[in-house]
């Protein structure tokens, strides 16, 4: 069995800092795309950047120029690099890979349990 945990999320002003992680774990063989979605309150879930294993990043526009994403393939762990957050940005963040392949088997649309990030001041 595989899992993503995600972490990193917490309270910050308008303008801070945050850095989200997401770890996989479950004897993993390769994991493709991986990506981070988040959900505000009451609205739906929305796709906020992805990167391919070989490094290949999109994001969406509204948190271009702002956030980073990143991986580190030996350790099965994406990171997100938000910066300049505004009071929209509050939402639980989501990671996410459309396939990761482990010893067990392939695993589809595996999902993390979701990290809290609250833009306040």
């Known amino acids: 069995q595989v899992q993503l945990v995600e972490s990193g999320g917490g309270l910050v002003q308008p303008g801070g800092s945050l850095r989200l992680s997401c770890a996989a774990s479950?004897?993993?063989?390769?994991?493709?795309?991986m990506g981070w979605y988040r959900q505000a309150p009451g609205k739906q879930r929305e796709w906020v950047a992805s990167?391919?294993?070989?490094?290949?990043?999109n994001y969406a526009d509204s948190v271009k120029g702002r956030f980073t994403i990143s991986r580190d393939n030996a350790k099965n762990t994406m990171y997100l690099q938000m910066n300049s957050l505004k009071p929209e940005d509050t939402a639980v963040y989501y990671c996410?890979?459309?396939?990761?392949?482990?010893?067990?088997?392939?695993?589809?649309?595996?999902w993390g349990q979701g990290t809290l990030v609250t833009v306040t001041s």
């Open positions: 996410n890979t459309p396939r990761v392949v482990t010893a067990t088997g392939t695993y589809l649309e595996v």
């Open positions: 479950g004897n993993i063989f390769s994991i493709y795309t």
């Open positions: 990167i391919a294993s070989g490094g290949n990043t």
